[in-house]
């Protein structure tokens, strides 16, 4: 985002002695390149920038970002550049700013990454909402970096323990600059990587409100094109992890042993602790392996609780197992298998297939599995409680009657075997088969009228899942395992969500329709031969017209998806007491759009509302029809008054509409 020339709105335009709403501090080292879309999304925020605080502060920059920061203090009078001496990381330039920010709320922007366009404003409207200390933004990553957490849901007040915003200790988040100042929090100097660490703890764990904005994206996090950023820098890992160790520590004082304390353990055995046993670990020799893992392996031992352990993936547990355990050779051929090359073909090393036992219980396909000559125990490998299905329903569409679903589905590392599509309602469940491809796309065929072992399902709601039975090879007598999971539409047919009359098979037509259930946006087939619970003709509108002979002429148009061919459509007068049938013509185009016409001479006084009478086999249903022409915001039902007499040769001001 470039940074505009025009200067922005002097701050004079707020009363002089208001404070800024927010304080932003944008610690610069060396950034020059990206300091234009950094700082140019704090210019364009939808906030006032009369209410925007920007603290640049420059810690020993030797790329020209020093003097580029000043020439745009020059333009924006809301901008204050600070020059301080190189520190070696982020901490101390941070702990700078926040010793001039004078705002209510402190948003700490990297000079590489940029805001959402509106992200200040909603954060400081949910904070002030809310009373929040702490407001996280919805992250989204960008060029090749990943978002630490995906935060779906907007929330006033989140638990630290029973939410997401744990797995994000990182600074760029909104905080209440009281909040800050009243428990003195401060970022450690002097290191390169995890200076945010104790103050984000400290805060979340202090905190009395925090909240989530999830429905903007307020922070891209960028990563860099020269892999320069601070979290792909080699160090030195061993006193890094010294360094985890003195954290682990705060956090373990301020949380008494308990399913919360490994809560958040599980997070830094993720995070910190094991994160460093990948790359890092290979590309050093064996006394620099020996002393990260000697480094690793108090923490290990101190923090990894049953409870912890079965949180972790075999990938992560078998690394922590062999660094409480001192085994450096299965640690390194464990970590290989992720990682690493053949040491002697240069080929990367892959996880081997799964194994799956009698009873169902799948392992990982880690090296060691079950040789007598290593000893790791099944327990580091076991994913059983963690095989999830991954799976994508892409397109959905009616097509001669037949709902088709196309999507992809499969259980990581195993081979699919079989894929169905399960209805499950109150009548039972049924299960379709569907047929499937290796790469792990499928197409299943749902026909209402045989979709129940051959005959229609009963009336009601049918939520829709999509099931997956895999082995590890072909063979037909391997043991294998099944997994279900709801289908979640992401694209097709929009217009497939309309209800639709379909073949109810030997009992007749009956109402379909697609709908997608409230708050997870599960895909549910409802079946209804009375067409009461998901009315057809949701688009029939109609008029009335006086013609030169003085008839008057009815035409109404609708949809009606999969109307059977010798399906009646009629038109028909009501009111409280009286039905009129009315002689009909049916016009049928494509789509399914229907054009019903009907001549009126005379008819019985009185007023009449007008509705389309729709047979089909034993489905009869009388469809209300509305008028063409709104009035106001709302489309009224279509009426036709017959004058005393019966004869409609009335002006046409007498037909209502």
Not at 183 to 205: N, Q, S, Y
Not at 255 to 261: A, F, I, L, Q
Not at 541 to 568: K, M, W
Not at 594 to 607: D, K
Request: a neutral charge; glycine letters at 10%; one cysteine or more.
């Amino acid at each position: 985002m470039a940074v505009s020339d025009e200067p922005a709105v002097p701050a004079a335009a707020c009363p002089a002695a208001a404070a800024p709403t927010v304080s932003v501090i944008v610690p610069v080292h060396n950034t020059r390149r990206y300091l234009a879309r950094s700082l140019g999304s704090v210019f364009a925020q939808s906030l006032d920038q009369a209410r925007i605080e920007l603290i640049a502060v420059d810690d020993g920059s030797t790329d020209g970002s020093a003097d580029w920061l000043d020439e745009q203090a020059r333009r924006h009078p809301n901008l204050t550049v600070v020059r301080a001496a190189a520190s070696g990381g982020a901490g101390r330039p941070r702990n700078i700013g926040l010793a001039r920010a004078t705002g209510d709320y402190v948003f700490f922007l990297d000079s590489d990454d940029r805001l959402g366009p509106e992200a200040l404003d909603r954060l400081t409207e949910m904070a002030e909402t809310h009373g929040s200390d702490i407001v996280h933004g919805r992250i989204v990553g960008a060029d090749g970096r990943s978002a630490p957490v995906d935060l779906r849901t907007t929330s006033g007040s989140v638990s630290v323990f029973d939410s997401p915003v744990y797995w994000t200790l990182a600074a760029y988040k909104l905080f209440r600059r009281s909040f800050l100042e009243k428990h003195r929090l401060r970022f450690t100097e002097g290191r390169l990587l995890g200076e945010d660490l104790p103050f984000g703890i400290a805060a979340l764990l202090r905190a009395g409100t925090v909240s989530v904005l999830a429905d903007h994206d307020c922070y891209h996090l960028y990563g860099r094109d020269d892999d320069s950023n601070a979290s792909r820098q080699d160090l030195d890992w061993a006193d890094q992890l010294g360094y985890v160790g003195t954290v682990l520590a705060d956090v373990a004082e301020a949380v008494p042993p308990g399913p919360d304390r490994d809560k958040l353990m599980v997070r830094h055995f993720h995070g910190e602790i094991l994160a460093c046993f990948a790359a890092p670990y290979l590309a050093r020799d064996a006394a620099g392996r020996r002393e990260m893992a000697e480094a690793a392996r108090p923490l290990v031992e101190r923090y990894l609780t049953d409870r912890v352990r079965a949180a972790l993936p075999p990938r992560l547990r078998l690394r922590a197992h062999c660094l409480a355990a001192g085994l450096l050779d299965e640690l390194t051929g464990i970590i290989r298998a992720d990682t690493g090359t053949d040491p002697d073909t240069g080929e990367p090393r892959r996880v081997g297939p799964a194994h799956i036992d009698e009873d169902g219980r799948v392992y990982a396909g880690y090296p060691y599995f079950r040789d007598p000559g290593h000893g790791l125990p099944d327990t580091c490998y076991d994913l059983t409680d963690r095989l999830v299905l991954t799976q994508r329903l892409t397109d959905y569409r009616w097509s001669d009657g037949v709902l088709h679903l196309q999507g992809t589905a499969g259980l990581p590392g195993l081979r699919t075997q079989s894929v169905e599509v399960v209805l499950r309602g109150g009548g039972g469940e049924y299960r379709v088969a569907a047929a499937h491809r290796a790469e792990g796309a499928w197409h299943a065929r749902i026909d209402p009228a045989t979709a129940a072992d051959g005959a229609p399902p009963a009336d009601g709601s049918w939520g829709l899942k999509v099931a997956v039975a895999a082995h590890v090879d072909d063979g037909a007598a391997a043991p294998g395992v099944r997994r279900e999971a709801w289908l979640c539409p992401e694209g097709g047919d929009t217009a497939a969500m309309a209800p639709r009359i379909a073949d109810g098979g030997a009992a007749g037509p009956l109402v379909a329709a697609l709908f997608r259930s409230q708050p997870h946006g599960h895909l549910h087939l409802d079946l209804d031969r009375t067409g009461v619970r998901r009315p057809l003709g949701g688009d029939l509108r109609g008029e009335a017209t006086v013609g030169p002979s003085g008839r008057v002429a009815l035409t109404t148009r609708l949809t009606l998806p999969g109307c059977p061919a010798d399906a009646r459509l009629q038109l028909i007068l009501f009111d409280a007491a009286r039905t009129v049938a009315l002689r009909t013509t049916v016009e049928r185009s494509a789509g399914d759009r229907f054009t019903v016409r009907s001549l009126l001479r005379s008819g019985p006084p009185g007023t009449w509302r007008v509705a389309l009478r729709l047979t089909a086999g034993p489905l009869r249903r009388e469809l209300p029809v509305r008028a063409a022409v709104r009035r106001g915001d709302v489309r009224a039902p279509l009426v036709l008054t017959v004058p005393p007499g019966g004869c409609l040769t009335a002006p046409l001001s007498r037909l209502s509409r």
